[in-house]
């Protein structure tokens, strides 16, 4: 039996429940040893000095977020990190990251498809009607061929741990996936705060990922002969994801820009600076299609640049991610992946995904109404742990509320059993000790010109009420650094 400090002594084990550190015997996981061993030197009050230490360092760096639950109406508050790391051997790594990079190179094929000539949608193995009535699906890009036929430039692929032990995809994120800056902030927390901790441990670099990112911006610009201009565009500080855009902007060296600050000229982007109009070839957008270019979309948008749509049909600016892209992170076409894997790539898929039912149809909406109680309902076009109803949690006045509002527009939900998410030693600041709480892991996958490139490891969230399956931080969750062991 592992000997357990004061922070650890009265950590409880659930036989129902994967708890990624300890064992059924109490005993740690042979890729915990190291780290365990640290943390159970440390009294309560040296990793209470350690802890704020922490948060002092996101403070000073201004790493906020909004919340939106619990009366905060989008309060600023400082990202909860938690400073016990979460670690994946080398080996389980290998395996997700091929994972990721197949089920990124066909949802890639799948969108390029279905702005080309929609063979998956002819042979049936994708429902037409599905695709045509997403919000996200974007006329114009059935005119627009983007650079290296690339569409999906950077992804969010959020995968969970079932009590298996098996890792299964819970969605994917492909229009402007959000959370890398903390990947690499926690990271940096994590060095200041527990610097003695890597000296003990091999873990994988995830310092890389500006570069990388910067590289693959480049790689998609239209005109390759020059050193191409990238910038970022941001609808702006009030935006809940500023302080990712600056990060990012600010590690990469470009440009952060907002609409204003560009215009288009002869189907030609530029930005205005000091010296005068500078062209732009690249744009990391970071705000919805919707509102992108006002001649196109919104007219009343005032975040995007008018004009923008026809540089990009005229092959004169790249845009990341491509518009479009969403209509293949609806979390009812996301069911289809594993079809796609093996329509376009003649693979069997490595990750599986988390079993899902489409309420539109008949057999699944049967399905679903008879068995609520046992599911978990979401809408299939919302983030961020909005929206998702944990039906066993429900009255029965409450149950048939659900019921009525999936009657109504079934297209617009999705049912998924109610997965166990895996469990990780949690600090509970109000108890002063270690807890297991729920988990998840948001990965990022870029693909540009070559190769696609999987960060190591991912951004950790983790549910920090007692129970809760909710890891959104706009829900109130929080994170921890993920060690990919060398």
Same mark, same amino acid.
């Given at each position: 039996?592992?000997?357990?400090?004061?922070?650890?002594?009265?950590?409880?084990?659930?036989?129902?429940?994967?708890?990624?550190?300890?064992?059924?015997?109490?005993?740690?996981?042979?890729?915990?040893?190291?780290?365990?061993?640290?943390?159970?030197?440390?009294?309560?009050?040296?990793?209470?000095?350690?802890?704020?230490?922490?948060?002092?360092?996101?403070?000073?760096?201004?790493?906020?977020?909004?919340?939106?639950?619990?009366?905060?109406?989008?309060?600023?508050?400082?990202?909860?990190?938690?400073?016990?790391?979460?670690?994946?051997?080398?080996?389980?790594?290998?395996?997700?990251?091929?994972?990721?990079?197949?089920?990124?190179?066909?949802?890639? %094929?799948?969108?390029?498809?279905?702005?080309?000539?929609?063979?998956?949608?002819?042979?049936?193995?994708?429902?037409?009607?599905?695709?045509?009535?997403?919000?996200?699906?974007?006329?114009?890009?059935?005119?627009?061929?983007?650079?290296?036929?690339?569409?999906?430039?950077?992804?969010?692929?959020?995968?969970?741990?079932?009590?298996?032990?098996?890792?299964?995809?819970?969605?994917?994120?492909?229009?402007?996936?959000?959370?890398?800056?903390?990947?690499?902030?926690?990271?940096?927390?994590?060095?200041?705060?527990?610097?003695?901790?890597?000296?003990?441990?091999?873990?994988?670099?995830?310092?890389?990922?500006?570069?990388?990112?910067?590289?693959? %911006?480049?790689?998609?610009?239209?005109? #390759?002969?020059?050193?191409?201009?990238?910038?970022?565009?941001?609808?702006? #500080?009030?935006?809940?994801?500023?302080?990712?855009?600056?990060?990012?902007?600010?590690?990469?060296?470009?440009?952060?820009?907002?609409?204003?600050?560009?215009?288009?000229?002869?189907?030609?982007?530029?930005?205005? #600076?000091?010296?005068?109009?500078?062209?732009?070839?690249?744009?990391?957008?970071?705000?919805?299609?919707?509102?992108?270019?006002?001649?196109?979309?919104?007219?009343?948008?005032?975040?995007?640049?008018?004009?923008?749509?026809?540089?990009?049909?005229?092959?004169?600016?790249?845009?990341?991610?491509?518009?479009?892209?969403?209509?293949?992170?609806?979390?009812?076409?996301?069911?289809?992946?594993?079809?796609?894997?093996?329509?376009?790539?003649?693979?069997?898929?490595?990750?599986?995904?988390?079993? #899902?039912?489409?309420?539109?149809?008949?057999?699944? %909406?049967?399905?679903?109404?008879?068995?609520?109680?046992?599911?978990?309902?979401?809408?299939?076009?919302?983030?961020?742990?909005?929206?998702?109803?944990?039906?066993?949690?429900?009255?029965?006045?409450?149950?048939?509320?659900?019921?009525?509002?999936?009657?109504?527009?079934?297209?617009?939900?999705?049912?998924?059993?109610?997965?166990?998410?895996?469990?990780?030693?949690?600090?509970?600041?109000?108890?002063?000790?270690?807890?297991?709480?729920?988990?998840? %892991?948001?990965?990022?996958?870029?693909?540009?010109?070559?190769?696609?490139?999987?960060?190591?490891?991912?951004?950790?969230?983790?549910?920090?009420?007692?129970?809760?399956?909710?890891?959104?931080?706009?829900?109130?969750?929080?994170?921890?650094?993920?060690?990919?062991?060398?």
């Amino acid at each position: 039996m592992t000997t357990m400090s004061n922070l650890f002594q009265h950590y409880p084990l659930n036989a129902n429940l994967f708890d990624e550190v300890f064992r059924q015997d109490g005993q740690v996981y042979p890729h915990y040893e190291d780290i365990h061993r640290q943390f159970s030197r440390l009294t309560s009050a040296d990793f209470e000095h350690l802890n704020e230490y922490a948060k002092l360092s996101f403070l000073n760096q201004g790493i906020t977020y909004a919340v939106y639950s619990d009366g905060h109406k989008g309060a600023e508050q400082i990202f909860p990190f938690d400073l016990f790391p979460r670690v994946i051997p080398a080996q389980d790594w290998g395996l997700l990251e091929k994972g990721l990079i197949q089920r990124n190179l066909a949802l890639n %094929l799948f969108i390029k498809d279905v702005y080309g000539e929609r063979k998956i949608l002819k042979d049936k193995v994708v429902p037409s009607a599905l695709i045509f009535s997403s919000p996200h699906y974007c006329e114009e890009m059935k005119s627009i061929k983007p650079k290296n036929d690339v569409y999906c430039h950077i992804s969010g692929t959020d995968l969970i741990r079932h009590s298996d032990g098996r890792y299964y995809v819970l969605e994917d994120n492909l229009r402007s996936p959000s959370g890398v800056s903390y990947v690499l902030s926690n990271r940096d927390a994590m060095k200041r705060t527990l610097s003695n901790a890597f000296r003990w441990s091999s873990v994988c670099s995830v310092n890389e990922y500006p570069a990388e990112l910067l590289a693959t %911006l480049q790689s998609v610009a239209p005109n #390759t002969e020059e050193s191409p201009t990238c910038a970022l565009l941001t609808p702006g #500080t009030y935006n809940s994801a500023y302080y990712e855009h600056s990060f990012l902007a600010q590690t990469m060296g470009i440009e952060l820009v907002e609409g204003r600050d560009l215009f288009v000229e002869n189907n030609y982007v530029y930005m205005r #600076t000091i010296h005068g109009p500078k062209r732009v070839d690249v744009i990391y957008r970071r705000i919805d299609d919707a509102f992108l270019d006002p001649l196109v979309f919104r007219p009343e948008s005032m975040l995007g640049v008018a004009g923008i749509m026809g540089a990009y049909r005229a092959g004169n600016i790249t845009i990341v991610n491509a518009p479009g892209t969403g209509v293949a992170d609806d979390k009812a076409v996301c069911s289809y992946v594993p079809d796609m894997i093996r329509y376009y790539l003649g693979e069997d898929p490595i990750i599986p995904n988390v079993p #899902t039912y489409l309420c539109e149809r008949e057999v699944d %909406l049967k399905y679903v109404l008879e068995h609520l109680p046992d599911l978990v309902i979401k809408p299939v076009d919302m983030s961020g742990g909005y929206g998702v109803t944990i039906c066993d949690r429900l009255s029965t006045a409450e149950l048939e509320e659900v019921k009525q509002k999936i009657q109504a527009d079934p297209r617009n939900y999705i049912a998924q059993p109610r997965m166990s998410l895996s469990v990780h030693s949690t600090y509970i600041e109000k108890k002063g000790e270690f807890e297991p709480r729920h988990i998840d %892991l948001r990965t990022f996958t870029l693909m540009g010109k070559d190769q696609p490139w999987v960060l190591p490891g991912g951004l950790s969230r983790v549910a920090l009420k007692e129970g809760s399956l909710i890891v959104n931080s706009s829900q109130g969750g929080g994170s921890k650094d993920t060690w990919v062991t060398v």
